[in-house]
T-cell receptor, first 111, second 112 residues
């Protein structure tokens, strides 16, 4: 089952600009995570935000979480061509051991 | 350090043939294990997850099954493949404490 829904499905920006991706989910969560996938490869974990946190930073990444709206956003600042990839949010469902992913946002950074 | 191995990387199988994909984890004990399938340009669909040996939860009823004969081994199987089973299969593990997941490199399965 798909829980996270990312928006937009695709995003194309110029190098140096900021990229913002959004994720909505449906159930109560332990935490929400963001992953990156280069074409044809496995996923790599970027950042985890717990349900009692509202904002988290890691390098050029900033994640926010609004549990009242069941939504999260991922901001990548000062984008680089190497940031081109698909980005997925994943929800760790409260009371379960499963990690459910959304459809992803395909990000293209134009040099 | 922990590592996850998934093989083969690519596989072309005829319709009606059996399937066995294997995933093993090293460097950790009692991991939670996951099988996902990804259609081209789409998100990850959770197929099975396991919190322990012989403890398998199925998320989507379909032509596939999973087994966990050992603590760090997770196997995805099918008795007879369908065309619709084609896709990119990903295995992942994470600590029983939950948190980030670590993925294998995936198996691209094409059923012909």
């Amino acid at each position: 089952s798909q829980q996270g829904e990312e928006d937009p499905q695709a995003l194309s920006i110029q190098e140096g600009e900021n990229a913002t991706m959004n994720c909505s989910y449906k159930t109560s969560i332990n935490n929400l995570q963001w992953y990156r996938q280069n074409s044809g490869r496995g996923l790599v974990h970027l950042i985890l935000i717990r349900s009692n946190e509202r904002e988290k930073h890691s390098g050029r990444l900033r994640v926010t979480l609004d549990t009242s709206k069941k939504s999260s956003s991922l901001l990548i600042t000062a984008s680089r061509a190497a940031d081109t990839a698909s980005y997925f949010c994943a929800t760790d469902t409260l009371g379960a051991q499963k990690l459910v992913f959304g459809q992803g946002t395909r990000l293209t950074i134009n040099p | 350090s922990q590592t996850i191995h998934q093989w083969p990387a690519t596989l072309v199988q005829p319709v009606g043939s059996p399937l066995s994909l294997e995933c093993t984890v090293e460097g950790t004990s009692n991991p939670n294990l996951y099988w996902y399938r990804q259609a081209a340009g789409r998100g990850l669909q959770l197929l099975f997850y396991s919190i322990g040996i012989d403890q398998i939860s199925s998320e989507v009823p379909q032509n596939l099954s999973a087994s966990r004969p050992q603590d760090r081994q997770f196997i995805l199987s099918s008795k007879k493949l369908l065309l619709s089973d084609s896709g990119f299969y990903l295995c992942a593990w994470r600590s029983f404490r939950l948190g980030e997941a670590f993925f294998g490199q995936g198996t691209r399965l094409t059923v012909v």
